[in-house]
């Protein structure tokens, strides 16, 4: 929930396919699917819950070809509206210069059976670089209308990863949301992940913003989480 307007941002899907890659003798690399499904004890967008604090499950099938990619997916949320389904598109590019790697790119918000139109687009830039063991990045997102308030809005980010040993990894999040209709707010959240194999993965993180004050959505809680990849 950001002032009045209930976002979210994960996936949903189950789907007992393999990531596919079809070879050609010439040209880019062929197209690669991959799949995830994602199981949580809360579904935090931002620092915000949009599930009122209940578990959430996530899916997502991501195509990759050439440095441009598109995904869809899909999650439940529980919306003060009465809205408990979202589905996510988006598309970009990812170049690498200068020793960085960017992410140019578009995201669509949809929400399904909403009785109030909250559809959102977004469009992103965003940069990391790898330093040893620690990979540091940093993304901007802008849209025109923010969920539904005819006003823009301006997401900032700073983040970074820490490959502590093996499989094992720690990372974190600073970032400050600008709401053109509404209160601004600054969020963060840092925790360990750890690979089980090569399609499992799990996530213990800490989530919290500076404005507990706009309800127990924006309050700091710990969320557990499971990943399958496929």
Known sequence: MKNGFVISKITLLIAPFAAVTIAHADGPAAP??????????????????QTENDPAVFGEIKADYDRFYATVGSENVDFHNGTKAEYDVSAGWTPSAVGFNFDLGAIR???????KHIDTEEVKLAAWH?????????????????????????????????????????????????????????TWNIGPG?????????DLRYYDTDEHRLGKLYNSRFVASLRLSI
């Open 109 to 115: 918000y949809g929400y399904i059976n909403s009785p």
């Open 194 to 202: 750890y690979a089980i194999s090569k399609h499992f993965a799990v």
């Open 130 to 186: 790898p330093v040893g063991p620690v990979t540091v990045g940093a993304a901007v997102f802008f849209t025109p209308n923010y969920f539904g308030s005819h006003e823009g809005g301006t997401y900032v980010e700073g983040n970074a990863a820490y490959t502590i040993w093996g499989h094992l990894s720690a990372s974190g999040a600073l970032g400050r949301q600008y709401i053109n209709a509404g209160q601004d707010y600054t």
């Open 32 to 49: 690669v699917v991959a799949f995830d499904l994602t199981g949580a004890s809360n579904y935090i967008f931002r620092g915000v819950s």
